[in-house]
């Protein structure tokens, strides 16, 4: 996934009445009108935010007689999630080799500490 689409894509995210779009048409695909039912705004609006999502790659429209209906691209989601686990594995990997010389210093005996006079012993 390029850089650009990347960029629209997160955007598109970036919107809570998007996500809950996502979420709807993640158990099928929806009209319009069926996923403005939620949402107190128009299906003007709805319609504006579907467009943002198709103009990401997240979303598709097909036809159906009367019907346009909007599927979810989970390929799309999946270039996502993909892009996500690259950096969420390398931060994995780093933990893991912190862990590693973190357990190899633990490991090592240290030398033994100075003893600490009480000041009664001294005195006597």
């Given amino acids: 996934m390029d850089d650009d689409r990347l960029d629209r894509a997160f955007v598109a995210l970036g919107d809570p009445v998007r996500r809950a779009i996502i979420a709807r048409l993640s158990r099928g695909p929806a009209t319009v009108g069926e996923l403005a039912e939620p949402f107190p705004i128009t299906m003007q609006a709805v319609s504006r935010h579907i467009k943002v999502l198709e103009d990401a790659g997240l979303v598709t ?12 691209d989970a390929a799309a ?39 600490r006079t009480d000041t009664k012993e001294k005195e006597s």
């Fill in 61 to 72: 429209r097909s036809r159906d007689a009367q019907r346009r209906p909007v599927h979810l």
């Fill in 77 to 115: 989601l999946e270039d996502l999630t993909a892009w996500i686990d690259r950096y969420r594995l390398d931060a994995e990997r780093a933990y893991r080799r912190l862990d590693a010389v973190l357990a190899a210093a633990a490991s090592v005996p240290t030398a033994a500490a100075p003893r």
